[in-house]
Every structure is written in structure tokens, then in C-alpha cells.
């Protein structure tokens, strides 16, 4: 039978003493990046696993973080959260917690089902995604003392908890100057009901560029998200005296529905889209990428911070989308 691989055979295969092992697993903010990265490196070809019962009763920690799955929409957007959420376990994982997966219709039933999971399990803490204004899942965890981060940010107040998100003005705004670099002049927008945070964020990227190179920035409409959504603001977009030769979406299920009604009526009009889903990869459309794993990492990396009560970094981060070119635009 094989050796028991133990924190010593670590701490003699890395030339560290037991101690720095121990840091590493509990607390490598402490740990020099070299040497984190020997001890790391150890773990990996000895196979060493912790004991986690030991662990927990030694740090006062379950290493359990949570997280919701979103309803289920189109199928196309909810594939952006799937790959966050992958990113985010991954991450979680490298970092010595395990990731617990929760569903809820709403805002309500998500803040219900954080009281059962408090009180079923020793969480450490949550991760939330789909950040609004007034958001009551916030203000419900701050209350309790409950530590969490966010992915998106809380609108009504920046400072209020760390977060991370993507500069979605800078996105479309992105996509605005490809169109407009292309030869483009009628712009159109097809977003999201005034009052999101993130849709009203995409709309304004467009509209500041437009307005920059002192453009028209009337030509837009607002829907929910979907694809027959998409389809029915672009026809309308279609029927005006001057129609648009161009049309930014807040959403890969708006412009797929886009791309949809302008068909081979107006084969000439460019769109764009917002996700870059699988699907939009598929279709040859135009579309802002998120950067999901980065986005996933510093959310694990804040709420570590968080938990171990160093906030070495600054709690909030904003990082830069891509625009990904294809036929469409």
C-alpha cells in the first residue's frame, strides 16, 4: 500500500518547513508567490488532498461558498453564466473551497432560501450575480453580517460591498466605433426597459459615442430580452423613412432576433451583439465578449480577502470586454 501523502511529505518534497504548507492551504495571501508556487506545485504531483473535517474544525471555516443558477431563459444567455459559473468553481477549487449551487425564481424566494441554507449548512459565505438597483439580496446578507461579493455592481451605491463586473458602456461603445470606423452613420440600438443597471450601461456606450461624433442617438428602441423581442424592435427600426444601416443589441437573443428581421430585406444592415454566446459563434454574429474567467477568479480572490480579513486588493474591479468580429459587422 502507498505511502500516506501528509502537509510533511508536502513540506520535504518543496523544501519548506510544515508550517508554510500550512499557510499555503489556509492563508496564501501570507505566502510569497514563489514559494506558494513550489508548495502548489507539490501538491499537484503528490496528489495530496487536505482534511477538510480537520481543517474546518482548526480555522472555523467550512470552505463552502454558494452560488444561484439563473432561471432558465432562451438557452442562449444563460450560457454566459454557465461558463462564469464553471470559472468560478474551478477558481474556488484551486483556492481550497468547494462551490454549493442553489435555484430561485426571484428575488424573495433566493432571500428565503438563504435563511434555509444558514441554517442547514455552515456556509462561509455567497457569491450573487445579476445585480440591480434597490437590490434586496445585498442589504438582506450586509444586515446579517453575511460575507458575499458580487458579480455586477451595486448600482445605488459602488462602495457598499466588494464586487467585480464588466465595463459594459465600454463594450458597446466598442461596437459602436467598429460601425462607425466601417462607414456607418445610422446607428441603431436595441437594449433593454429603462431602470437595469447593465442595460441602461450598454445603452449609454452607444449614445456617448454616437453623441461624440455628433450622430443621431434617437434611433433606438427597448424590449425584453429575447429573440421574437429582437426581430419585432428591428422590423420596426426597418419601417422608418430612414432606417438604420447598422444596430448595436444589448444581447445575443436581441440580435440574433435582429438578424432575423432584416434577412434578405436589408442584407446590407450590420449587426452586433452582446455575450458572445456559443450560438453567436455559430451564426458568424458580431458580439462583446465578457471576460467570465477573469471575472470568476477575482470574485474568489475578493471573497478570500474578505474571509481572511486582508482586502489586499482594491474590493472593486471593473475589467474590459473584447469585441469579437465576425461576418455580421
Keep these: 500500500m502507498s505511502e500516506k501523502v501528509t502537509i510533511a511529505t508536502v513540506a520535504r518534497h518543496a523544501r519548506v518547513s510544515r508550517q508554510t504548507v500550512s499557510n499555503v492551504l489556509n492563508a496564501p495571501h501570507i505566502v510569497r508567490e514563489e514559494t506558494r508556487q513550489r508548495v502548489q506545485e507539490a501538491i499537484a504531483v503528490l496528489g495530496y488532498r ?19 443558477i439563473e432561471p432558465t431563459r432562451d438557452g442562449i444567455n444563460g450560457s454566459v453564466l454557465d461558463r462564469f459559473l464553471h470559472g468560478l468553481t474551478e477558481t474556488a477549487d484551486a483556492a481550497g473551497y468547494r462551490v454549493m449551487l442553489y435555484t430561485a425564481g426571484d428575488d424573495d424566494q433566493e432571500i428565503a432560501t438563504y435563511d434555509d441554507l444558514l441554517g442547514a449548512y455552515d456556509l462561509d459565505a455567497f457569491v450573487l450575480t445579476g ?21 455586477g455592481r451595486p448600482w445605488d451605491d459602488p462602495e457598499s460591498h466588494p464586487w467585480v463586473d464588466v465595463d459594459n458602456a465600454d463594450g458597446t461603445a466598442q461596437a459602436t466605433r467598429r460601425l462607425l ?18 442595460g441602461d450601461d450598454r445603452r449609454t456606450g452607444w449614445r456617448t459615442t454616437l453623441a461624440a461624433a455628433g450622430l443621431d442617438t434617437d434611433l433606438h428602441r427597448a424590449t425584453w430580452d429575447g429573440i421574437a423581442e429582437g426581430e419585432r424592435a428591428m422590423r420596426d427600426l426597418l419601417h422608418l423613412a430612414e432606417p438604420p444601416t447598422a444596430v448595436v443589441c444589448a444581447s445575443d437573443s436581441l440580435a440574433l432576433g435582429a438578424l432575423q428581421a432584416v434577412g434578405t430585406a436589408a442584407p446590407q444592415v450590420a449587426v452586433v ?12 454574429l458580431t458580439s462583446v465578449s465578457q471576460p467570465l474567467a477573469a471575472a ?13 480579513g486582508t482586502h489586499q486588493t482594491d474590493p472593486h474591479v471593473l475589467l474590459q470586454p473584447a469585441l469579437v468580429l465576425r461576418h455580421t459587422a
Aim: aromatic letters at 8%; proline letters at 5%; hydrophobic letters at 40%.
Design 273 to 284: 451583439g452582446f455575450d458572445d454566446t456559443p450560438v453567436a459563434a455559430a451564426v458568424g
Design 131 to 151: 445585480t440591480k438597483h434597490g437590490d434586496p439580496r445585498t442589504a438582506w446578507l450586509a444586515d446579517r453580517g453575511v460575507p458575499f461579493v458580487t458579480f
Design 50 to 68: 487536505a482534511n477538510q473535517a480537520a481543517r474546518q474544525m482548526r480555522t472555523g471555516r467550512s470552505r463552502l461558498i454558494a452560488v444561484r
Design 296 to 308: 470568476a477568479a477575482r470574485c474568489v480572490e475578493l471573497l478570500t480577502g474578505v474571509l481572511d
Design 181 to 198: 470606423d466601417t462607414g456607418h452613420r445610422r446607428i441603431a440600438f436595441i437594449g433593454w426597459p429603462e431602470g437595469s443597471g447593465v
